[in-house]
């Protein structure tokens, strides 16, 4: 049976996919992420819409779906980091970017990670939720485009020699991180916009100021 989109979001909703089943009892705390993160990315896009008549335009709109839309990626991206301490998948992957890394310098630098994998992997897997959640919410873009492009360009060096992958989709995704960061995209029916509009944080204060520079 073909699969497609709408039935893999069926699956991943209910927790039916192959990464989510093998968590077994474990498995339901995926679920709860996954509705989290769609159902509160929906929730603010369409409150910001409510209230901010400039932000009813295509391009607001066509930002915001597709900074949602790889919201969805990098959430699919944790499942495969888990069970801690190592999962098998995350394990693979950081091999093969030892194996068929671009230069030396870097296949010793993940070799480095490969061998403190269990110290390593809940790290990778909390900064991947953190990109799921900024770009499904819209908050702190900027900084997430910025560190996220640099992530993926990590895996474009790491697996330039592997014959399987096509390289140019990394380089397809770190762009689009990019421009992400350079258009401000949580500006775009995100909390970024929310937190301009009906400011939380006391008017020049750092924090403030940190916000404002990440997003």
């Given at each position: 049976?073909?699969?497609n989109p709408f039935?893999?979001?069926?699956?991943?909703?209910?927790?039916?996919?192959?990464?989510?089943?093998?968590?077994?009892?474990?498995?339901?705390?995926?679920?709860?992420?996954?509705?989290?993160?769609?159902?509160?990315?929906?929730?603010?896009?369409?409150?910001?819409?409510?209230?901010?008549?400039?932000?009813?335009?295509?391009?607001?709109?066509?930002?915001?779906?597709?900074?949602?839309?790889?919201?969805?990626?990098?959430?699919?991206?944790?499942?495969?980091?888990?069970?801690?301490?190592?999962?098998?998948?995350?394990?693979?992957?950081?091999?093969?970017?030892?194996?068929?890394?671009?230069?030396?310098?870097?296949?010793?630098?993940?070799?480095?990670?490969?061998?403190?994998?269990?110290?390593?992997?809940?790290?990778?897997?909390?900064?991947?939720?953190?990109?799921?959640?900024?770009?499904?919410?819209?908050?702190?873009?900027?900084?997430?485009?910025?560190?996220?492009?640099?992530?993926?360009?990590?895996?474009?060096?790491?697996?330039?020699?592997?014959?399987?992958?096509?390289?140019?989709?990394?380089?397809?995704?770190?762009?689009?991180?990019?421009?992400?960061?350079?258009?401000?995209?949580?500006?775009?029916?995100?909390?970024?916009?929310?937190?301009?509009?009906?400011?939380?944080?006391?008017?020049g204060s750092r924090?403030?100021?940190?916000?404002?520079?990440?997003?």
């Amino acid at each position: 049976m073909r699969d497609n989109p709408f039935h893999s979001l069926y699956q991943v909703m209910t927790g039916q996919i192959h990464d989510q089943l093998a968590l077994g009892a474990y498995g339901w705390m995926t679920v709860v992420l996954a509705w989290a993160l769609f159902w509160g990315g929906i929730a603010i896009a369409a409150y910001v819409l409510a209230i901010d008549p400039s932000q009813r335009t295509v391009k607001h709109i066509s930002v915001f779906a597709m900074r949602f839309i790889s919201a969805g990626m990098w959430y699919l991206g944790t499942l495969w980091k888990l069970p801690w301490p190592v999962a098998h998948g995350f394990k693979d992957w950081l091999t093969n970017c030892v194996t068929y890394s671009s230069f030396q310098w870097h296949a010793d630098f993940m070799h480095f990670f490969l061998t403190n994998i269990a110290f390593v992997q809940p790290l990778i897997y909390l900064l991947e939720v953190f990109f799921a959640f900024s770009l499904a919410c819209g908050f702190a873009v900027r900084f997430t485009g910025v560190v996220a492009a640099l992530f993926i360009i990590n895996l474009l060096f790491g697996l330039y020699n592997d014959p399987t992958e096509w390289v140019w989709t990394y380089v397809g995704i770190a762009c689009a991180h990019g421009m992400f960061a350079v258009d401000s995209a949580g500006q775009s029916l995100g909390l970024d916009r929310l937190l301009r509009l009906k400011p939380i944080l006391p008017a020049g204060s750092r924090l403030a100021q940190l916000h404002a520079l990440a997003s």
